[in-house]
């Protein structure tokens, strides 16, 4: 949507901004949403050409008011600014997000960064390959993070959720990354204990057995640390807590 700069009965950008900063006042970051929400609705998410035009002096026509205010008062009663605008930054990425998914966190950007740090300097010595999964997707962040770095490499991604799926989809397809739609716990079967990394950021909608698994591999401390490791467990820590098939038997970790 253009901004129509020469419509007399417009209001100035500027003050369109001002007003939604006011309204956006019990959210983090006021102005910086009342900005991107306008940049998503007049200039395809840029910001700078937003801050540009409102400097300028440019005017909204009544009809772009309007649309623009319906999406402030969303993102007033709390609306995640990602549903709104569809789309969410993640490691160099943009990913698809909105209802039924939840938002990548930044500190998730750690785990991506903690699993380079290895899989860049390991090779599979079978096929040459290296072959990584991410357990309880999502949105597919883990996953499309770690394809768009290590394009050679075969990454699985899991998710069961019926919301989450279309997002997943969207994000992980063009990127070449196998996705399942299934519980993590029985998912590649006929993969289990070949893959070099096993990733995942679990929401609290994954399972409770993962979770629990999760629990046991990082006891609770006063400052619980970020999931920045592959799992790994004995067969018989694998019977006793249901971890996912997909871990290899390796002691190794990072």
């Known amino acids: 949507?253009?901004?129509?700069?020469?419509?007399?009965?417009?209001?100035?950008?500027?003050?369109?901004?001002?007003?939604?900063?006011?309204?956006?006042?019990?959210?983090?970051?006021?102005?910086?949403?009342?900005?991107?929400?306008?940049?998503?609705?007049?200039?395809?998410?840029?910001?700078?050409?937003?801050?540009?035009?409102?400097?300028?002096?440019?005017?909204?026509?009544?009809?772009?008011?309007?649309?623009?205010?319906?999406?402030?008062?969303?993102?007033?009663?709390?609306e995640p600014l990602q549903h709104i605008t569809g789309s969410a930054p993640f490691y160099r990425l943009e990913l698809a997000v909105g209802p039924g998914v939840f938002v990548p966190r930044p500190e998730t950007e750690l785990l991506v960064e903690e699993a380079l740090k290895v899989l860049t300097a390991r090779t599979n010595s079978a096929t040459g390959l290296l072959r990584i999964v991410d357990l309880c997707t999502g949105s597919g962040a883990i996953a499309a993070a770690i394809k768009s770095e290590l394009p050679n490499a075969q990454v699985?991604?899991?998710?069961?959720?019926?919301d989450a799926i279309p997002y997943t989809r969207k994000n992980l397809e063009p990127l070449g990354v196998h996705l399942v739609q299934g519980d993590a716990l029985t998912a590649l079967p006929e993969l289990a204990g070949t893959f070099d990394a096993v990733l995942s950021k679990p929401s609290t909608r994954c399972s409770l057995t993962l979770r629990t698994f999760r629990r046991r591999t990082y006891p609770p401390t006063r400052k619980p640390p970020c999931t920045t490791r592959t799992w790994h467990c004995t067969a018989e820590e694998r019977t006793a807590c249901r971890c996912p098939p997909q871990l290899p038997p390796a002691p190794s970790s990072f």
Not at 156 to 162: G, I, K, Q, T, Y
């Open 1 to 78: 949507m253009k901004v129509n700069v020469h419509d007399p009965r417009g209001e100035e950008l500027a003050q369109v901004l001002t007003r939604a900063t006011a309204a956006l006042a019990q959210v983090p970051s006021p102005r910086v949403d009342a900005e991107l929400l306008a940049a998503h609705l007049l200039y395809d998410g840029s910001r700078s050409r937003l801050q540009h035009a409102a400097l300028m002096g440019e005017r909204l026509t009544p009809d772009q008011v309007a649309e623009y205010e319906a999406l402030v008062t969303r993102r007033a009663s709390r």
């Open 156 to 162: 699985f991604a899991v998710e069961l959720s019926e």
